[in-house]
């Protein structure tokens, strides 16, 4: 929704509410993959709202997005809305920007992109909104309680930080493709994450960029939520030319291949 539309959906909100107050009949929405939030009062599945919009219940003032809903998602809710009279002129509010680029991310699947509205910040952070798609690969075999697991803070930390290496100096070397790989992750659980609107901040605090076959950096990141800081690191990582890691990595392998192989035939030899 663009901010234009959000301004009008929400003074037709406060007009409706008028006497109200500003968390009566506003539903938290969000997708079916999460299920455990059910028991958390005015939080609804995207499954349940639908089904409360066909069984006649009293339609929501507004609908506040969190995560797991996607285009698709949305379209399926904006239907549900449009069916009943009572309902088309409800505000959705808060839905996600477009998740970032690829290229940025390093990410080959638009689900498994956990990143949305990449932005530099006036301090020189950046700043991106957490966007979790119900098909996540991270979400796929372990979901339970209301929280977001850690290996999704983990993913989005690393999708954060390849991010701004990407923006901010990948894009100086149009002709070079890097692998980024991180040396040290310091990180701390600070609160519980929940599949609710999320922002992922990141400062360079140390870089050392004149070899571009091999940068250097160290950030330090936090994801905050409803005024509460979730996790924060701090993250050292290289930047390597592509060739050139490449080549390091195969050295490797091979050396590693071949001594798995005549450890395994001396053991043979006993």
């Not at 539309?5 to 500003?22: D, I, M, T």
Request: hydrophobic share 45%.
């Amino acid at each position: 929704m663009s901010g234009t539309n959000a301004a009008v959906h929400l003074s037709r909100y406060r007009a409706r509410g008028a006497g109200k107050s500003p968390a009566d009949n506003v539903v938290c929405l969000v997708g079916d993959r999460f299920s455990g939030m059910r028991d958390v009062p005015g939080v609804r599945t995207l499954g349940q709202l639908v089904g409360d919009l066909r069984s006649g219940a009293p339609a929501p003032d507004a609908i506040v997005v969190g995560q797991g809903m996607g285009d698709y998602e949305l379209d399926y809710l904006n239907a549900a809305l449009a069916r009943r009279e009572d309902a088309r002129d409800v505000p959705v509010l808060g839905v996600a920007r477009t998740p970032v680029a690829r290229s940025l991310v390093h990410k080959h699947r638009e689900q498994n992109v956990l990143l949305s509205g990449l932005r530099a910040l006036p301090d020189g952070r950046h700043a991106a909104d957490l966007a979790l798609h119900g098909e996540n690969e991270l979400l796929l075999d372990h979901q339970t309680g209301q929280h977001v697991q850690g290996m999704v803070v983990t993913e989005a930390m690393r999708q954060m930080f390849i991010a701004v290496f990407e923006a901010e100096h990948g894009v100086r070397f149009p002709g070079r493709r890097f692998y980024v790989v991180w040396n040290s992750m310091s990180l701390t659980f600070e609160s519980f994450l929940f599949p609710l609107p999320a922002e992922i901040t990141c400062a360079i605090v140390e870089s050392a960029v004149a070899d571009p076959e091999r940068m250097t950096f160290r950030v330090t990141m936090e994801i905050t939520q409803a005024g509460t800081s979730a996790a924060c690191a701090d993250i050292r990582f290289a930047a390597f030319d592509d060739h050139r890691i490449k080549r390091s990595e195969l050295r490797r392998a091979t050396s590693a291949v071949q001594t798995l192989m005549a450890d395994r035939t001396a053991e043979m030899a006993w």
